[in-house]
């Protein structure tokens, strides 16, 4: 996983970087980013019914090949619209991979083990995009986007030979787990029953965490991949304030994962508003980062923001791979990945347009106010939930 999310990043954001010096537009630099969520969203059940027919293992080994040709072809392609069609291959195979490596992490894990590496699943998910967002801006003012985008291709390749090891050690789809299974609860398996063909829905234990992480990513990860090239510039920093703003961001990043991995392990959506309450925040954090041009406070700002945000994204993923049954998590985490990557695709292109026409301050302002309606209606929704979850978890 660090493997190939650092190489995804690398790319990403070399290409954006550059089209940005290019074009000098929000929008179309975030649409590197959007134009990659749009086939996902409309080929969620192929995904998820792809792990009835083929292993895992080999999933992912052919999802990671397939990444490091279409690294290749984007580079090939920059200055060309196909470059976007492109892009919008890589999204699927990068949300195949996401949704299956899922897979793979709750055949191998259960209990306690598991909620504990669903906490760090995140880590390294979330450590590689930093990376890979440091190592690409690097990289760009070294090297040109075709050798960036070889050496890129080696990490995804060095991903697949390492997935192929999964194939040897889990067993076919539809089996048991290599582990004994724990007996549920009568509760929960009626739930399970009542959703077989409905994936995720129907399902309150898993409702919570989905909206929090529609909201974190959809909102936060969504605005952050408008502001992570075009503050730095704000700011009159150039190129080096954009690596700069992408070191403090990985550096959020990584502690916000592991402090949620290990000090805030016995939090959950479920409990009180803690996730909430934390999504809040960060939503005010996002606002506050470009309220004032002083590089030090707004980077210290946005340190906040996107720590928050990730100790938010963290619980509420962990919660969502613990509830889920294994039977339905290929569909669940590619559903999931689907409304994501929907409300990202809306801030994206929504705030690179309002970005482009306002400024950065009104766009975060109005993208920040929104994430806060949404923080209270979906607590005010799913309130009546809490006394269910608590019977079935009883």
């Given at each position: ?83 976007f069609a492109v892009l919008a291959a890589r999204g699927l195979v990068e949300v195949t991979t996401k949704s299956y490596r899922t897979l793979a992490l709750k055949r191998h894990f259960e209990g306690e083990q598991l909620k504990s590496a669903a906490s760090f699943f995140n880590t390294s998910q979330y450590l590689g995009s ?228 306002l400024g950065l301050f009104p766009s975060t302002l109005a993208i920040g106010a929104l994430a806060l309606l949404a923080i209270v209606l979906s607590t005010i929704g799913t309130r009546n939930l809490v006394p269910t979850i608590a019977r079935v978890q009883e």
């Open positions: 996983m660090l493997l190939s999310t650092t190489g995804s990043f690398v790319m990403l954001l070399a290409l954006s970087s550059q089209l940005f010096q290019l074009t000098g537009s929000a929008l179309l630099t975030s649409l590197i980013f959007a134009s990659q969520w749009l086939l996902p969203s409309l080929l969620t059940k192929q995904i998820g019914r792809l792990g009835s027919r083929f292993e895992v293992g080999q999933i992912l080994f052919v999802s990671e090949v397939l990444g490091a040709l279409l690294t290749v072809a984007s580079a090939v392609t920059m200055g060309h619209p196909t470059l930093g990376l890979g967002g440091v190592v690409g801006l690097f990289l760009i003012a070294k090297l040109t986007l075709l050798n960036v985008a070889l050496l890129d291709a080696l990490t995804y390749l060095v991903a697949a030979v390492l997935y192929m090891g999964i194939v040897s050690q889990q067993k076919a789809p539809g089996s048991s787990p290599t582990l004994p299974a724990r007996p549920q609860p009568a509760a929960t398996d009626a739930a399970s029953s009542s959703a077989q063909s409905q994936g995720w829905h129907g399902k309150p234990l898993l409702l919570l965490p989905l909206l929090m992480l529609i909201i974190n990513a959809g909102f936060f990860q969504g605005f952050h991949n408008v502001l992570r090239v075009p503050l730095p510039t704000h700011l009159g920093l150039g190129s080096q304030g954009v690596m700069t703003l992408q070191i403090i961001t990985s550096l959020a990043i990584f502690l916000g994962a592991v402090h949620a991995s290990t000090q805030l392990i016995r939090f959950s959506s479920f409990e009180g508003y803690v996730v909430q309450a934390i999504s809040a925040g960060a939503a005010v954090a996002m606002i506050l980062a470009v309220f004032l041009k002083l590089s030090w406070f707004n980077f210290v700002v946005y340190f906040v923001f996107i720590y928050l945000f990730e100790v938010a994204y963290t619980i509420a993923m962990r919660d969502l791979i613990v509830q889920a049954p294994q039977e339905h998590m290929a569909m669940i985490t590619a559903s999931s990945t689907a409304y994501q990557t929907l409300t990202m695709t809306a801030i994206v292109v929504g705030g690179g347009f309002l970005a482009d026409h």
